[in-house]
């Protein structure tokens, strides 16, 4: 006869066996969807691949492969603040991971946060890439520059008008503001008509 201690036993060793073989192909699943993600963005299929590892964001979440397959779906999806959030994780982890910085800086160039997105290209520009790295870290800083100059000579008209009746004209506001007024705004747009009786 067994005695109870050599069934437990037993069912423990059974049960362990069984988490382990569990866990082995929940490993394997998700080197084959990471794959297939890399596959996706490879083929600028990105929307797909991010559909692809959103069910695995749980589990996977903080594992270097992972989070780096998931921020560049996330940034070539246009999900740019939350790539940042993933790539700032990345890095958080290890600051010498220049792929990351390099994808960090094109999702800050896509938020417009082009201060933010030339200060990680500074610091790429620090460790000496590779000719290939500075072909793109180059390509970044030639966007950055066209949409900042794009966003320096922007003006946008603001005309604000007031129509009113007064019993006492003669305590009028400021003359300049009495009748019309014509404003201009850097990078804002205001339309405001009041009218008061």
């Known amino acids: 006869m067994i005695s109870w201690h050599l069934k437990i036993g037993i069912i423990a060793t ?23 993600a890399r596959v996706l963005l490879q083929n600028n299929q990105s929307r ?19 989070d780096y397959v998931l921020a560049l779906a996330l940034v070539d999806s246009g999900e740019y603040s939350e790539a940042i959030f993933v790539f700032d994780r990345l890095l958080g982890n290890d600051p010498s991971f220049h792929g990351a910085r390099l994808d960090l800086a094109r999702a800050y160039l896509g938020m417009g946060e082009l201060d933010e997105a030339s200060r990680e290209l500074d610091l790429l520009e620090d460790t000496s890439p590779p000719k290939k790295a500075l072909v793109r870290i180059n390509a970044l800083r030639a966007a950055i520059d066209r949409q900042g100059r794009s966003l320096r000579f922007s003006r946008f008209l603001s005309v604000r008008t007031e129509a009113g009746y007064d019993s006492n004209v003669n305590s009028a506001t400021i003359v300049n503001e009495f009748l019309f007024q014509v404003s201009i705004h850097k990078i804002s747009t205001e339309m ?3 009218v008061m009786f």
């Open 14 to 36: 059974f049960a362990s066996l069984a988490l382990g073989l569990s866990v082995s192909a929940q490993n394997l699943s998700s080197a084959d969807t990471l794959k297939q």
């Open 48 to 66: 797909e691949a991010l559909n692809l590892l959103k069910p695995l964001r749980d589990s996977f979440s903080g594992t270097a492969d992972f």
């Open 192 to 194: 405001q008509v009041s």
